[in-house]
T-cell receptor
Framework: GQQLNQSPQSMFIQEGEDVSMNCTSSSIFNTWLWYKQDPGEGPVLLIALYKAGELTSNGRLTAQFGITRKDSFLNISASIPSDVGIYFCAGGSNSGGSNYKLTFGKGTLLTVNP | GAVVSQHPSWVICKSGTSVKIECRSLDFQATTMFWYRQFPKQSLMLMATSNEGSKATYEQGVEKDKFLINHASLTLSTLTVTSAHPEDSSFYIC???????????????FGPGTRLTVL
């Protein structure tokens, strides 16, 4: 089946630093979604991307849908302590059909030192 | 964004009993709902997909007779873990998607999860 390679697995940064993480795949996806999950909670949608080449921002977060449709990155600028959590990328296939499903990366654990 | 709720948020049960978990889309009609399970420090694993009014489609390796899914309305899906055993202990998360209404087309929203512990 489809697989996503998400990197890095974990990051330890100082407050105020910028963060970048990415996902790559050998398969093409129709959508890319980025989620953040806090301990004991469900994933919360951060950014959704629907078109190849699309660059979208949500506050300090910026994500891009790779032009080849096989990759995406998420940047967080000026990190703050509440950015701590696990970030998941997810690729969606057959977005308009009944066979649509998300494939998740393994997650990036972000730790921000105040 | 669209809101998805789950109930209960945690449950402890004895081995051999059945547990029902509810998932509701609160402000949109979910044409499709998904059920995931997540083990500690791992990613989400899709268990099954259900479209309103039809039988759920289970992923390979997921026992449909053990994990009963019902999606009777556009705002409610239930997952019943039958004859639960300790190895079924996990974090179960539902997700909902809509192709119409308030939720953006194709975007998938997650519930807060249910922590199941089987003794």
């Amino acid at each position: 089946g489809q697989q996503l390679n998400q990197s890095p697995q974990s990051m330890f940064i100082q407050e105020g630093e910028d963060v970048s993480m990415n996902c790559t795949s050998s398969s093409i996806f129709n959508t890319w979604l980025w989620y953040k999950q806090d301990p004991g909670e469900g994933p919360v949608l951060l950014i959704a991307l629907y078109k190849a080449g699309e660059l979208t921002s949500n506050g300090r977060l910026t994500a891009q849908f790779g032009i080849t449709r096989k990759d995406s990155f998420l940047n967080i600028s000026a990190s703050i302590p509440s950015d701590v959590g696990i970030y998941f990328c997810a690729g969606g296939s057959n977005s308009g059909g009944s066979n649509y499903k998300l494939t998740f990366g393994k997650g990036t654990l972000l730790t921000v030192n105040p | 964004g669209a809101v998805v709720s789950q109930h209960p948020s945690w449950v402890i049960c004895k081995s051999g009993t059945s547990v029902k978990i509810e998932c509701r889309s609160l402000d949109f009609q979910a044409t499709t709902m998904f059920w995931y399970r997540q083990f500690p420090k791992q990613s989400l694993m899709l268990m099954a997909t259900s479209n309103e009014g039809s039988k759920a489609t289970y992923e390979q390796g997921v026992e449909k007779d053990k994990f009963l899914i019902n999606h009777a309305s556009l705002t409610l899906s239930t997952l019943t873990v039958t004859s639960a055993h300790p190895e079924d202990s996990s974090f179960y998360i539902c997700s909902a998607r809509s192709l119409r209404g308030l939720a953006a087309m194709g975007t998938q929203y997650f519930g807060p999860g249910t922590r199941l512990t089987v003794l």
